[in-house]
């Protein structure tokens, strides 16, 4: 049973619609007063020790923690599973427990989702999902975050995603539920969504469709999402995916059915010239690098959710 009153920040559908706009109006308020300068009074995490668990490679995720929680005065602590005790078969429940002594705040990547819901269940303070094979919550609270710095509220949009159902995709599913805005998925059939996370929408009221048809799911769209086709994990099946993705690319020809003023979001790292094109990275409907940026302040926001240092701001 998971404790009470400890802050996991698992997945977007464990949160109701209202929780994830306070934290991301915490976010939006930190990278205001950051904007301005950071106030030496406001460092909140003064103390505490956020450790971070890479399993698998990271540039934004990684950067983006380590400075968030050093802003926020707290410290960060830099590990890798395979380093660790975890990696010779220390159980999910020992680490837990024993990482709970140490540090406040526990942030892993790992394609194992379920190493990271037992060691919530397992650890006595808040652990954070950086990336599984399932899903990428904090990509999606900086993609809404940019959406919205963009054009404005995103409840009611229609956002298109094409190409690879990814962990990305997931997350974006269950902010769709949550925020409100409506989903337009289309992927070659070997690629489609999970079932379950399909079912689990519909079950939610959520407006998410998918077909193969990359131009029908664009159509008319305020936001185009992608993902590279070879996620981590992924790599064996390379050349299937390069071939399969193929008409799912996002160039030019595709964006010009979208809403004129749709803006273009991928969570990096691109694979240019595969699923999307320079022109489109580089166009000017591309918000991709404040994308990149806002992992920064809307895991500023997470953290101190997760940390209850959330009213701070106020
Ligand atoms: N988008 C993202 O999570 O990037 P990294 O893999 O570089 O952390
Ligand atoms: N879908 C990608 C996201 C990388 C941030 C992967 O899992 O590799």
Same mark, same amino acid.
């Given at each position: 049973?998971?404790?009470?009153?400890?802050?996991?920040?698992?997945?977007?559908?464990?949160?109701?619609?209202?929780?994830l706009?306070?934290?991301?109006?915490?976010?939006?308020a930190?990278?205001?007063k950051?904007?301005?300068?950071?106030?030496?009074?406001i460092r909140?995490l003064?103390g505490q020790?956020?450790?971070?668990?890479?399993?698998?490679?990271?540039?934004r995720?990684?950067?983006?923690?380590?400075?968030?929680?050093?802003e926020?005065?707290?410290e960060?602590l830099m590990?890798t599973?395979?380093?660790m005790?975890?990696?010779?078969?220390?159980s999910?429940y020992?680490t837990?427990?024993v990482?709970?002594?140490?540090v406040?705040?526990?942030?892993?990547?790992t394609l194992?989702?379920?190493?990271?819901?037992?060691?919530?269940?397992?650890a006595?303070?808040?652990v954070?999902?950086?990336?599984?094979k399932?899903?990428?919550?904090?990509?999606?609270?900086?993609?809404?975050?940019t959406?919205e710095?963009?054009?404005?509220?995103?409840t009611?949009?229609k956002?298109?995603?094409?190409?690879?159902?990814?962990?990305?995709?997931?997350s974006?599913?269950?902010?769709?539920?949550?925020?409100?805005f409506s989903?337009?998925?289309a992927t070659?059939?070997?690629?489609?969504?999970?079932?379950?996370?399909?079912e689990?929408?519909?079950?939610?009221?959520?407006?998410?469709t998918?077909?193969?048809?990359a131009?029908? *799911?664009v159509?008319?769209?305020? $936001? &185009? !999402?992608?993902? =590279?086709?070879?996620?981590m994990?992924?790599e #064996?099946? @390379?050349?299937?995916r390069?071939?399969?993705?193929q008409?799912?690319q996002?160039?030019?020809?595709l964006? *010009?059915?979208?809403d004129?003023? $749709? &803006? !273009?979001?991928? =969570?990096?790292?691109?694979?240019?010239?595969? #699923?999307? @094109?320079d022109e489109?990275?580089?166009?000017p409907?591309?918000?991709?690098?404040?994308?990149a940026?806002?992992?920064l302040h809307?895991?500023?926001?997470?953290?101190?959710w997760c940390?209850?240092?959330d009213t701070?701001w106020?």
């Open positions: 049973m998971a404790k009470q009153n400890i802050r996991h920040f698992i997945d977007l559908c464990d949160f109701s619609g209202e929780e706009r306070h934290i991301l109006n915490v976010a939006v930190i990278k205001a950051r904007k301005r300068g950071i106030p030496a009074d909140p003064a020790t956020l450790a971070m668990i890479f399993d698998k490679p990271s540039t995720t990684r950067i983006s923690f380590d400075l968030g929680m050093r926020l005065g707290g960060t590990l599973g395979a380093e005790q975890l990696g010779r078969g220390e999910t020992d837990a427990q990482m709970s002594r140490f406040d705040a526990i942030m892993i990547r194992d989702h379920q190493m990271v819901t037992e060691m919530a269940e397992f006595d303070v808040p954070i999902n950086a990336l599984t399932l899903s990428h919550p904090c990509q999606i609270m900086a993609d809404i975050m959406y710095e963009h054009r404005g509220p995103i009611g949009k956002i298109a995603w094409v190409g690879d159902a990814s962990n990305v995709l997931t974006l599913i269950h902010a769709a539920a949550r925020f409100k989903i337009a998925i070659p059939p070997t690629f489609a969504p999970r079932a379950e996370i399909m689990w929408a519909k079950a939610e009221g959520a407006d998410v998918w077909s193969t048809d131009s029908a *799911a159509s008319g769209a305020h $936001a &185009v !999402f992608t993902d =590279c086709w070879v996620s994990g992924d #064996e099946e @390379t050349y299937r390069q071939r399969l993705l008409p799912y996002v160039n030019n020809a964006m *010009a059915k979208a004129p003023k $749709a &803006v !273009f979001l991928h =969570c990096l790292p691109a694979h240019r010239g595969e #699923e999307v @094109t489109v990275m580089d166009g409907q591309s918000v991709v690098f404040d994308e940026e806002n992992r809307a895991q500023k926001g997470i953290l101190a940390l209850h240092v701070a106020k």
